[in-house]
């Protein structure tokens, strides 16, 4: 420890006439060359190849069937530039889906963010609760969306689930929840959240435990209360992570449809029909392929502008 | 201390209990239903606890499903996606964090955009790609195209590990004479250990429980997954409860068992990749 350091008393008069120790800090990264740069694309062409057969050239697909009139997959069609577009937009159901898509994206962040922010505050404690709820909480997302929604319908039947009977005993009657046009939406959101927010808990845990405690007590002994700590302390800190959990899991929640398809399928009249679900119905149920492809075109320009727009105003400052 | 020992007055015990019944409530539920009698599972009143064990509704699942033709095409498509994602991932995350090569910073940015294109718009295109090559109604094809959702997103996870193995290493392994192969298989692959054991995890969850492309492209039902068979018990006997309860306790199982033995390194893992962001 005793070791002299950069840090030694005598302070040092900034002169430029001592570039030794300064260039020492601010040197380049060596380029490696040609070998190297070689080897680096050497690496990436797999991932690159996977990528361009199984997302981009599809993608380029869809944007293709969308300028024509397909209908059954594969049947023969023509060219008709943006009259799809224009069936698309003049859809109700189109724009009914976006806006269920809208309603299940919010609700699906606030319930999440709850559940998953509870969850990571107490992961943080110390005590057996924690020590092995860090283990147990992922289960729900490591389960099948299969099994998930079978839990859920067993769990919710309306003759025999153990759920419909607690809520009778407080006299409360759920009904048929996933049948019921009233209350289906909010269910299904119920059980995807159930089957994410353990995903979320673990990162925010993980970002959490980057605070340092010292910052903390120091804030404490300021005389700051838990909330103002937090909004000046813990948030700018959580802020990254929260960025960059927030852009991904919108995008991926919006994407969700095996929850959807697995229980309501959609119904009942439609009232689980997200954007994704609407596609899927379209392309497999109505057999309108070119719609189902200027549906999802329209959805990716939508999910792209409100990505950018996430990114221009709610970027951390510094962050890549 | 943290700071959320300043928010002692909310009742943690309680939040703590409430957490631990929504996360295992379910899972507890589905397990003991499972052991109960077919005529237990549909009493009127619940029972919190099997009155009579029994393993009648495995057994029957053995013998009237195909669920070990369903759980080996699940362990192979899982163990394949996992191996395939964790090559080309850090493969990837190694040219671009590590190399640096020339435009690692756009492809970095399209390796970004590439987990966030909507899963359902690409079924109907790569059906026909699929075909086309031959992958078609195979494993193999489903494989890829697990790959080609869970590799871009593993490569942005191991981005922390690998920056937080120190250059220095590097410089002396190549003053040591290291090649370039050499210095990433020898020495920074071994630092990058807990990463690696987060996308192990991530991509054989991922594969275990995808259910939209194994319906889709998967045609022979030699070659259905877990929860294409699960699915199909479901629909086939909607009423046998016990059947279905035991379907999906074997479906969940595999992941209970990885989890219990790698559970604490995904977690940990996790963490580490947050604070390098």
């Known amino acids: ?320 | 201390m943290t700071w959320s020992s300043g928010l002692r007055r909310v009742p943690a015990g309680l939040t703590m209990v409430l957490i631990t019944l929504i996360a295992l409530g379910p899972i507890y539920w589905v397990v003991v239903s499972a052991f109960k009698t077919p005529q237990e599972i549909i009493r009127p009143t619940p029972t919190l606890w099997p009155q009579t064990w029994t393993t009648h509704n495995f057994s029957r699942l053995l013998e009237t499903t195909p669920y070990t033709t369903y759980l080996s095409n699940s362990l192979l498509v899982a163990l394949g996606t996992t191996v395939l994602t964790v090559v080309l991932a850090v493969c990837a995350a190694y040219g671009l964090y590590r190399l640096e090569v020339p435009g690692s910073g756009m492809i970095a940015g399209l390796i970004l955009v590439a987990f966030m294109i909507p899963g359902t718009l690409l079924i109907v295109p790569l059906y026909g790609i699929l075909s086309d090559i031959g992958l078609i109604n195979s494993l193999a094809g489903l494989i890829l195209v697990n790959v080609a959702f869970t590799a871009p997103f593993c490569t942005w996870l191991l981005r922390g590990f690998i920056m937080s193995v120190p250059k220095e290493i590097d410089e002396a392994a190549a003053i040591d004479g290291a090649g370039p192969v050499r210095t990433m298989f020898q020495i920074v692959l071994p630092l990058m250990a807990p990463g690696l054991a987060t996308a192990v995890v991530y991509s054989f969850v991922f594969a275990w429980t995808e259910y939209v492309y194994a319906t889709q492209f998967i045609l022979d039902d030699r070659l259905h997954t877990l929860p294409i068979g699960l699915s199909a018990i479901v629909g086939q006997y909607t009423i046998d409860w016990g059947l279905v309860m035991a379907g999906t306790v074997f479906t969940i199982l595999p992941t209970l068992i990885l989890f219990i033995v790698a559970g604490r390194y995904f977690v940990g893992g996790l963490i580490t990749g947050a604070n390098k962001t």
């Open chain 1, 1 to 320: 420890m005793g070791a002299p350091d950069r840090s030694a008393p005598g302070r040092a008069p900034d002169s430029p006439a001592a570039p030794a120790p300064r260039s020492r800090t601010s040197r380049r990264r060596r380029r490696g060359g040609i070998k190297h740069d070689l080897f680096g694309y050497l690496l990436l062409t797999p991932i690159l190849a996977v990528m361009a057969l199984v997302l981009a050239l599809p993608l380029v697909q869809a944007v293709l069937t969308s300028l024509r009139d397909e209908r059954v997959i594969g049947s023969p069609s023509e060219t008709v530039g943006f009259d799809t577009y224009l069936i698309i937009l003049q859809d109700p159901a189109f724009w009914d889906a976006l806006g269920r898509s809208g309603l299940w994206l919010l609700l699906n962040l606030a319930v999440q963010t709850v559940l998953a922010f509870g969850t990571a505050l107490l992961l943080q404690r110390q005590g057996w609760w924690a020590r092995t709820a860090r283990v147990w909480v992922v289960l729900p997302w490591v389960i099948p969306t299969v099994a998930v929604a079978v839990i859920w319908q067993w769990m919710l039947n309306s003759n025999y689930g153990v759920i419909t009977h607690a809520f009778a005993a407080i006299g409360i009657d759920l009904g048929s929840p996933f049948s019921d046009p009233g209350i289906a939406l909010i269910t299904v959101i119920l059980v995807n959240s159930w089957h994410w927010f353990p995903l979320a808990a673990v990162v925010i845990y993980g970002a959490l435990a980057t605070v340092p405690v010292s910052v903390l007590e120091a804030a404490k002994v300021d005389g700051a209360n838990a909330w103002q700590t937090f909004w000046a302390v813990t948030f700018p800190i959580l802020q990254p992570v929260l960025f960059a959990l927030g852009l991904v899991g919108s995008l991926w929640s919006f994407n969700v449809l095996d929850t959807i398809l697995l229980t309501t399928g959609g119904g009942p009249a439609g009232a689980t029909t997200t954007m994704p679900m609407y596609v899927y119905e379209t392309a497999f149920d109505a057999f309108r392929s070119s719609q189902a492809a200027a549906a999802s075109v329209l959805t990716v320009l939508v999910l792209g502008v409100a990505a950018a727009l996430f990114v221009r105003f709610l970027r951390p400052k510094g962050s890549p």
